[in-house]
Every structure is written in C-alpha cells, then in structure tokens.
C-alpha cells in the first residue's frame, strides 16, 4: 500500500502507528455505534504476552454485536468485577436484563457484589449456560485470528493497545457503526478518516 504511493516505509513505523492510533480510533468510533442489546454473552479468550497467557474478556449482545472488552492479568473475582465496571460505562450499551457466561467460579461472587455495590441493574439475572456462550464463543476467532498471525505480544501495554485496534476494527466490519454497512469497504475508510478529520 506504501509502495503504491511511492513511500518507504519501516516495519517498526507501522508498529508506532498502532499504537498511537488503535485506541484513538477505537475511542472516537464509540459515539457512533449502535445501541447494543440488553441480552450479554460474557467471556475471556486466552492471549500470549511475553512468555505467558493473559485474559481478554469481552461482551457481545445476542445478536454477537461486540459491546466492550479488557485485557487482564488475571482471571478472578477482581477481574470480574473490574470488567462488569467497565462494561457499564460503555455509551452504546442498553441495562442488562441477562447476562450470560461460562461455569468459572469468578462470576456468580462478582456479579452478586457488582449488584449489591449497584455496578449492574437489581433486576439483572445471571445464566450460566453453557451454550448460550456460543454466540462469543464464534466472535472469538476473528480475534484470535488476528492476534495470531501476530505470533505474539511482547509487553502487556503493547497487547492492550493493540487489542483495541483489533477489537475497533471489527466491530467496523460487523456493522456496528451507524449508517454504515460492515461490507463497504470504501465507505469504511472513510469513516476512519472522518474521525480524524482527514479529507478524502
């Protein structure tokens, strides 16, 4: 792509790229999503940082529209907790009426705390269903894909914001974004560019 526009361009420049402006897309795209569901599917998937595994939790809604996520250490009741909080500061989401996850021992504790400290609605009820996480179960492998080819994250910091370049990209490409098809490339691009105030 540089090549075509006649630039040299360096593998680490790249590498700067991302982690300049992943997380700047991925914050200046959330006012232009649309509205989640009120039906969540909560999961973690397994990342490489360095030489061990690391968690990254996230939400969908039950059509598989991603609602939010957080890259953690650890995979506890502190985590939980940390990410029912995070997930409720999402602009585009609606109040919960369910939420679905796995068996993990973490969930019932930290979701009956997140309730009591009024994190998550009094009337939310938690299922853990097995497979009515198959839905977040598919939207993993995009992200897995992705992190992938990238064989594997060397620091922590570098996975985080790398991840919520991934993570904004995709929901780009689901659809996620009002007024905007997931299948139009072009138009896609220029949305990204709009967020930037770029000219076509």
């Not at 526009?5 to 795209?29: C, K, S």
């Not at 006012?31 to 599917?41: D, E, I």
């Not at 690391?54 to 907790?81: C, E, H, P």
């Not at 930290?110 to 009337?123: C, H, N, Q, Y």
Request: charged share 30%; aromatic share 10%.
């Amino acid at each position: 792509m540089m090549r075509e526009r006649g630039l040299t361009v360096d593998h680490v420049t790249v590498f700067r790229w991302v982690q300049r402006y992943a997380p700047e897309i991925n914050r200046r795209m959330r006012p232009h999503l649309k509205m989640s569901g009120a039906s969540y599917r909560l999961d973690e998937t397994y990342v490489k940082v360095g030489k061990t595994w690391k968690y990254l939790y996230r939400a969908v809604d039950s059509a598989a529209q991603t609602i939010d996520f957080m890259l953690s250490a650890k995979r506890d009741v502190s985590a939980a907790k940390r990410f029912f909080k995070k997930l409720m500061r999402a602009d585009h989401r609606r109040l919960p009426f369910t939420i679905g996850t796995d068996k993990h021992a973490s969930y019932p504790e930290a979701f009956a705390t997140s309730v009591k400290e009024k994190i998550l609605p009094a009337d939310c009820k938690l299922r853990r269903v097995k497979y009515l996480n198959n839905v977040i179960e598919q939207d993993h492998r995009a992200i897995r894909r992705r992190w992938r080819a990238m064989q594997c994250f060397r620091s922590f910091h570098t996975a985080e914001r790398t991840l919520e370049g991934v993570e904004a990209l995709h929901m780009i490409g689901k659809g996620q974004v009002k007024r905007l098809d997931g299948r139009d490339t072009v138009g896609q691009v220029k949305f990204v560019e709009s967020l930037f105030g770029i000219a076509a």
